[in-house]
């Protein structure tokens, strides 16, 4: 895959560790939630975050249908990008981010990353997803979220 600059960009805001909470050069962080998400069970999953400029940590959390009825919750996926989409997938579900990196979290459903200055005016767009295994199939069902934008400032 090509690498752009705003993916050179994200790998270097990666790879530098947060200043210490004194020097953190962050003031805020500008977070609002778009699109909507998709569920397993009948209530759409939501993905929220927060930003703390004196620790300079982004912080992440999403919600999860529950497991019932031969469905069981197996794990998480987070993406990140610096582009926004607007993909429609199975099941009634849009992926909103093109991602430029995912986690698979394994049954966490949080993420936290230290943010350095230079992340300053940069906008991020993240999406989580859960996958269930179904033993009617069997196999594995997703659900995503819906779309998270992020300006820091």
Same mark, same amino acid.
């Given at each position: 895959?090509?690498?752009? $600059?705003?993916?050179?960009?994200?790998?270097?805001?990666?790879?530098?560790?947060? $200043?210490?909470?004194?020097?953190?050069?962050?003031?805020?962080?500008?977070?609002?939630?778009?699109?909507?998400?998709?569920?397993?069970?009948?209530?759409?999953?939501?993905?929220?975050?927060?930003?703390? $400029?004196?620790?300079?940590?982004?912080?992440?959390?999403?919600?999860?249908?529950?497991?019932?009825?031969?469905?069981?919750?197996?794990?998480?996926?987070?993406?990140?990008?610096?582009?926004?989409?607007?993909?429609?997938?199975?099941?009634?579900?849009?992926?909103?981010?093109?991602?430029?990196?995912?986690?698979?979290?394994?049954?966490?459903?949080?993420?936290?990353?230290?943010? $350095?200055?230079?992340?300053?005016?940069?906008?991020?767009?993240?999406?989580?997803?859960?996958?269930?295994?179904?033993?009617?199939?069997?196999?594995?069902?997703?659900?995503?979220?819906?779309?998270?934008?992020?300006?820091?400032?």
């Amino acid at each position: 895959m090509a690498r752009g $600059p705003a993916s050179v960009l994200f790998v270097a805001l990666l790879a530098v560790a947060a $200043p210490a909470a004194a020097q953190c050069g962050l003031s805020g962080a500008m977070i609002a939630n778009y699109g909507m998400g998709c569920a397993v069970q009948a209530t759409p999953i939501t993905i929220t975050a927060t930003f703390s $400029p004196a620790s300079c940590l982004f912080t992440t959390a999403w919600t999860a249908s529950p497991s019932c009825c031969n469905v069981f919750y197996r794990g998480s996926i987070l993406a990140i990008g610096v582009q926004p989409a607007n993909v429609p997938l199975p099941n009634g579900c849009t992926l909103y981010i093109q991602p430029l990196l995912a986690f698979d979290l394994g049954q966490t459903r949080s993420f936290t990353l230290p943010i $350095p200055p230079i992340a300053a005016g940069a906008t991020f767009y993240l999406q989580a997803a859960n996958y269930f295994f179904f033993t009617f199939c069997p196999c594995l069902v997703y659900e995503f979220t819906d779309g998270l934008s992020v300006t820091f400032f």
